[in-house]
């Protein structure tokens, strides 16, 4: 079976608070985020002795890092370009000074609109520059990269997301698939070339076969939240056929990777229904693999 984690940027509770609690639930690891309050990153652990006891967290507890969300989100990459590489670089090296994960996750850090004087092929070909460079610098690290695509960022449409992975061509350089970001991506929410797909979450999971590296699990029920991105529901309060896409995402989309990490972003006390989701994919952890 696949080892579970929790994404730590959804419940706001202090590092050894949260591991304590998901060792109890019977988690794997945590998906860990950079972002403050209680994330990991060069400002917020600044010290050997705050850098120790954060790692001291996980290891106290038996739990690993799944993969670590880069906190760049303060600058707009196609108009603040110069800082939003340099965030990154900082970002990769604390990741190898933290030492607990192979994977690091990014995303556009673009809202979905174009920027004026920039037709779409233009935005498209900065990201396949930018994502290139951006895979070999954290290959000179160990690391694997992984492209969260979501309907609040730019490049969202399967086609699109598609054609900027292929650009790439780097071999650690892969797609995050969030199941509630995919579910909502094929119904064409925010996109700037609407892309609506009759066959849903399947058939965007047949588009984007053989590049998915890592996947978020939950819920989604179609709707954008006040961040102008998916909102993610517990498993059961949406519309996503997990005994359906559980299985694509392996024989179809061809996933290997070890985990599934729940992703409760944004969702009201996202702590308390983290017990029943960790059952929710037990449950189609032990059906499926």
Known sequence: MK???????????????????????GFDGISLGGFPPF???????????????????????????ADYAIDVWAYNALTQTAEWRAAFSEALAFA??????????????????LPEGKSYADVKAFYVKNFKEMAKEAAGYGFELVWEFEPGFIINE???????VKGVNEPNFSLLLDTCHAYNCSL??????????KGGIMEFIEKVAGHIGFVHVIDGDGRLNASNTSEHVPFGEGKVNFDEVIPALMKTGGYRGDWWAID?????????????????????NKKFC
Request: glycine share 4%.
């Open 3 to 25: 080892k579970v984690s929790i994404s730590s940027w959804a419940i706001p509770q202090p590092m050894d608070e949260l591991c304590k609690g998901a060792k109890k639930l």
């Open 158 to 164: 399967a086609s699109n997301i598609v054609e900027v």
């Open 188 to 197: 064409g929410l925010n996109a700037i070339e609407p892309e609506p797909l």
């Open 264 to 284: 409760l972003c944004e969702w009201p006390d996202a702590w308390g229904v983290t017990e029943k989701c960790k059952k929710f994919v037990d449950e189609f």
């Open 39 to 65: 994330g990991a990153n060069s400002k917020l652990v600044d010290t050997p002795e705050k850098l120790e006891a954060y790692k001291k967290c996980f290891t106290d507890n038996n739990l690993l890092v």
């Open 96 to 113: 190898k000074k933290f030492a607990m994960t192979s994977i690091i996750r990014l995303d556009t850090c673009a809202p979905p609109k």
